[in-house]
């Protein structure tokens, strides 16, 4: 079955600390997404890739590092957490660009920075 | 800079109403307007999707309307259930592009 997960499924760090969230799609998707989920602001696009070995700025990169090592795997990194980045994160994935295909979502990632 | 609005925030209505969910944008290039649901404790789904060559684009109970000339949108609820209790987005892009931006959302409670 057609999937994207999400490791781990809440993680807490203290502030400075290192985090990587990973995500994994078995969709055959050559795009990948990595949103951030907050209330009053709905889904914000962190990066973007469209294959492995690629990346793209999205509309909220700063302090967030990406990486796509494999087609299957894109990696969110946060190298000197903040609790400003206290937050939900959602890898997602499509077929095509992400403005007019469907978006397949993981179950998400709950992040909290003390 | 909010490009996509939605109201209201929450929502209430009583199992067998419509519910009505408005969304408006700035951007006049937006041709592709979806909106996902999210259910409590789940991740975001694609509920039904409108462009703009199209005033109306129904789904079952749902129905998004489209007015271009006021750039707002509205999605329609007939009949609603209490499992159609979720936080439903609003979103727009532009054909070909990467960007696909998001609304706050709207908090839809149905009562039985």
Request: aromatic share 12%.
């Amino acid at each position: 079955e057609a999937a994207v997960t999400q490791s781990p499924r809440n993680k807490v760090t203290v502030t400075g600390g290192n985090v990587t969230l990973s995500c994994r799609q078995t969709n055959s998707h050559n795009y990948m997404y990595w949103y951030r989920q907050d209330t009053g602001h709905g889904l914000r696009l962190i990066h973007y890739s469209y294959g492995a070995g690629n990346l793209q700025i999205g509309d909220v990169p700063d302090g967030y590092k990406a990486t796509r090592t494999t087609q299957e795997d894109f990696f969110l990194l946060l190298e000197l957490a903040s609790p400003s980045q206290t937050s939900l994160y959602f890898c997602a994935s499509s077929e095509g660009t992400g403005g007019t295909e469907t978006l397949y979502f993981g179950s998400g990632t709950r992040l909290t920075v003390l | 800079q909010q490009q996509v609005r939605q109201s209201p925030q929450s929502l209430t209505v009583w199992e067998g109403e419509t519910a009505i969910l408005n969304c408006s944008y700035e951007d006049s290039t937006f041709d592709y307007f979806p909106w996902y649901w999210q259910f409590p404790r789940e991740s975001p789904a694609l509920l039904i999707a409108i462009r703009p060559v199209s005033n109306k684009k129904e789904d079952g109970r749902f129905t998004i309307f489209f007015n271009k000339r006021e750039k707002k949108l509205s999605l329609h609820i007939t009949d609603s259930q209490p499992g159609d209790s979720a936080t439903y987005f609003c979103a727009a892009s532009v054909s070909g592009s990467w960007q696909l931006i998001f609304g706050s959302g709207t908090q839809l409670t149905v009562m039985p």
